[in-house]
């Protein structure tokens, strides 16, 4: 069974910096690509960050030099560190395998101003 789960996310001030992490299971974590989406209340889900399975980056305009995506396929895990939140960085964060088309249960970040 396929599964991803996320942690990490919390309450943090505005100019704070949190990592969240993603575990996936029952599929060989390295063979995919995978990233980071996120939705907030009464929007849309956004890419923010992915990687591929070759260690190439993406990152959307709106965290690009405030994010860095990594992972490790040892650990089977995903990690975002982001930098410098604002209270717009305020979501739901999940982490997708878009081949699998699975997403994680999500993780909440909220950014206090």
């Known amino acids: 069974q396929v599964e991803l789960v996320e942690s990490g996310g919390d309450l943090v001030q505005d100019g704070g910096s949190l990592t969240l992490s993603c575990l996936g299971s029952?599929?060989?974590?390295?063979?995919?690509?995978v990233g980071w989406y996120r939705q907030a209340p009464g929007k849309q889900r956004e890419l923010v960050a992915s990687?591929?399975?070759?260690?190439?980056?993406t990152y959307a305009d709106f965290v690009k030099d405030r994010a860095y995506i990594s992972r490790d396929n040892g650990d089977r895990t995903m990690t975002l560190r982001m930098n410098n939140l604002k209270p717009e960085d305020t979501a739901v964060y999940y982490c997708?395998?878009?081949?699998?088309?699975?997403w994680g249960q999500g993780t909440q970040v909220t950014v206090s101003s």
């Open positions: 990687i591929t399975r070759s260690f190439s980056r």
């Open positions: 029952g599929f060989i974590f390295g063979l995919y690509d």
């Open positions: 997708y395998v878009p081949e699998l088309k699975t």
